[in-house]
């Protein structure tokens, strides 16, 4: 099992809680962004640079998932892929996506893009959401131990 980050969007407060716990864990965890990134020096941590682009960092795991690794991503059609691929997704809120709720997900991230685009069409600004609260922080790195741990007893391995 590995753990892949898309990392462009990933905020800096959840990489640390992820490079944490690859190191506990002793589980291969790689960035994926567009841009250099900063990692600790780890045996378990890597950056890969992918050229700029829409989606090819998300391309690139998809390409490099193998069935059982998780990917952290807030992207919705990226989970649905890795998903689909026999991998498993964890939002940087600590939502876990499940073949069960991807495709309510990708519906409600349909509509809302749509009124989003109404909106900005008659002149209104929403923004985008807000920042990584210290309650997504403990959601985040309690779904993430939850995942490691079951991932751990499936392979018979200790966490």
């Known amino acids: 099992m590995q753990i892949w980050v898309d990392a462009d969007a990933c905020p800096l407060v959840i990489k ?10 002793q589980v291969m965890t790689t960035l994926v ?5 900063r990692t600790p020096a780890s045996r ?3 950056s890969v640079q992918v050229e700029r682009g829409f989606d090819v960092a998300d391309n ?3 390409k490099e998932l193998q069935k059982g690794d998780l990917v952290i991503t807030a992207d919705i059609p990226l989970a649905a892929e890795v998903i ?4 498993h997704a ?5 939502e876990e996506f499940s073949p069960e709720t991807i495709r309510e997900r990708l519906q409600m991230r349909d509509l809302m893009d749509a009124m989003r685009d109404t909106l900005r069409a008659a002149g209104v600004n929403g923004g985008g959401p807000a920042g990584i609260n210290q309650t997504d922080r403990r959601n985040f790195g309690n779904a993430l131990d939850r995942f490691i741990a079951r991932s751990a007893k499936a392979s018979g391995t200790p966490p």
């Open 90 to 94: 964890i939002d940087p809120r600590g």
């Open 16 to 25: 640390e809680i992820l490079f944490r716990a690859a190191e506990r864990a």
């Open 33 to 37: 962004a567009n841009q250099p990134l």
């Open 60 to 62: 690139r795991i998809v």
């Open 44 to 46: 378990f941590v890597r």
């Open 84 to 87: 689909e691929k026999g991998g």
